[in-house]
């Protein structure tokens, strides 16, 4: 029997599997239905809460339907198709600028936060003031069942389409799962809504696009990466942030990955791939995820790890879908329910500036700078300086002109995410900066030196020397 037949047999045989060709294979494009319209009774879930209209922007929501393959490892450790082209129907929503002549060109695809069982822009949380200034678009991609479930719940006229089903009777319920529905749709479904993205199906004048995803999301980005990238090849980089999870499988059956196993770490790509650890992150998996930096032209990396920072910090928690849509799901989503003021440790700047050099590096081969890792003892425990801040990673003037000591957990119910802060007494602060000018002048320093270095953007700088010039230190 010839190859090309028996590969027609494998296909026709339910249950089989399909090895996935290593090649870049054509990827479809789903069809869309929208924009849907907004009402006085009918809304998207998790609308801005950033008044877009001042800035020129639009919001707008989408039906996406299409077919998506289910994938697994088989015992070599090869992708394969556990079941084909299952139909499916999900949402994103779409942030741009009003006017197209205004659009940059830039898209950043985002997989929704799914752990708290709702749908969570947190790239746009984190990062809403870079793709605003930059005239980016944002696409925030409904990514797991559980969070349709919520969306069906929230407005079921708007959402009752909305289907993400298990065809094998499968009875796991990894990646957000349940008794019938499949989350490992989504692989397929995020690869076709980038490929839409570039066919100017949605928005004209794409050049590239990005793909991103925060906490959970990110961890599924990873995923993404090793084993569906290789064969979907859509997108043109990848920023992944703050992956504090373990290994994720492929589908909601997938047999467990060992947390140590080769699959977890980041595989070469020849399109840049930025990740960065917020400290909560590097306690978490106390760095088992690390691997080398690279420049080679198949391998652009980096990965970041930045001290002081939290998973979940304050100034994210102000962007969250508002309380009414939230009552709709039964929901209180409240930040300041862990230790002491939580943590105004402004980790959305290094995602900017991780966002730009990311950019730069896949639109003009420039590669971005390199930092060290957190420091560690033989015992593996993270080393810290006489101010109980973490040594090493990534350094900026909240760690090295420290005004407090920034914890990357917290106690409580819920809160190992929560990163919180104790400040110095007014006495510390004397002894570290004898006068307000002495402690201004260091942070301008610092601030300089690493827009310079690319690390902040000069709005961010500016913003971080304005912020130290207002501060208390010392009163």
């Known amino acids: ?16 599997a399909l090895y996935v060709p290593s090649a870049a294979a ?15 009774k009918s809304h998207p879930f998790n609308m801005s809460t950033v008044d ?3 800035y020129g922007y639009v919001e707008e929501e989408y039906l996406v339907s299409g077919r998506a393959n289910v994938y697994d490892y088989d015992a070599s450790g090869q992708v394969v198709v556990v079941r084909a082209a299952v139909p499916y129907t999900n949402r994103i929503l779409v942030r741009r600028p009003a006017d197209r002549n205004e659009f940059s060109g830039t898209v950043v695809a985002d997989i929704n936060n799914m752990t708290n069982g709702w749908d969570l822009d947190r790239m746009w949380l984190t990062s809403h003031d870079e793709y605003l200034r930059r005239g980016d678009a944002y696409v925030a ?5 559980n969070a349709v479930a919520s969306l069906r719940k929230f407005d079921p006229a708007r959402y009752g389409k909305l289907s993400w089903p298990d065809q094998r009777g499968c009875a796991g319920t990894a990646l957000n799962s349940a008794a019938t529905t499949e989350g490992g749709l989504v692989w397929d479904i995020f690869s076709q809504v980038g490929a839409a993205l570039k066919s100017n199906k949605l928005l004209r004048g794409v050049e590239k696009v990005y793909a991103t995803g925060y906490s959970q999301s990110g961890s599924y980005l990873i995923r993404y990466i090793n084993a569906i990238h290789p064969r979907a ?10 992956a504090a999870g373990g290994p994720r499988p492929l589908n909601k059956c997938s047999a467990a990955i060992p947390a140590d196993d080769p699959r977890n770490v980041i595989r070469p790509t020849a399109v840049p791939v930025i990740k960065m650890q917020t400290q909560t992150d590097f306690y978490m998996d106390g760095g088992a995820s690390r691997r080398d930096d690279s420049d080679k032209p198949n391998d652009k990396y980096r990965l970041y790890e930045v001290p002081g920072s939290g998973h979940a910090h304050s100034y994210t928690s ?18 300041y329910n862990c230790d002491g003021v939580g943590t105004t440790f402004p980790m959305h700047y290094l995602y900017n500036a991780a966002h730009v050099n990311l950019d730069r590096w896949a639109r003009k081969n420039i590669a971005p700078p390199r930092a060290d890792r957190i420091q560690v003892d033989a015992a593996g425990q993270t080393v810290l300086d006489q101010h109980g801040n973490a040594v090493g990673g990534v350094r900026t003037p909240w760690v090295d002109l420290p005004t407090a000591t920034y914890y990357p957990t917290s106690t409580g119910a819920n809160c190992a995410l929560f990163g919180h802060m104790a400040p110095f007494s007014q006495s510390k602060l004397l002894e570290l900066y004898p006068n307000h000018g002495a402690y201004s002048r260091a942070v301008i320093s610092q601030v300089d030196k690493l827009v310079a270095d690319r690390w902040l953007t000069r709005a961010d700088g500016a913003a971080t020397i304005n912020e130290a010039a207002g501060a208390p230190v010392p009163k």
Do not use: Q, W
Request: overall charge positive.
């Open 1 to 16: 029997m010839s190859r090309i037949l028996k590969l027609i047999c494998a296909v026709l045989l339910v249950g089989t």
């Open 26 to 40: 054509h990827t479809p494009i789903p069809s869309l239905s929208g924009p849907l319209p907004v009402t006085g």
């Open 141 to 145: 991609v409904t990514s797991a069942p």
């Open 233 to 242: 090849k859509v997108y043109d980089g990848f920023l992944i942030a703050a």
């Open 52 to 54: 877009l209209k001042a």
């Open 318 to 335: 102000g962007f969250a879908p508002s309380p009414e849509d939230l009552a709709r799901l039964g929901v209180i989503y409240n930040y």
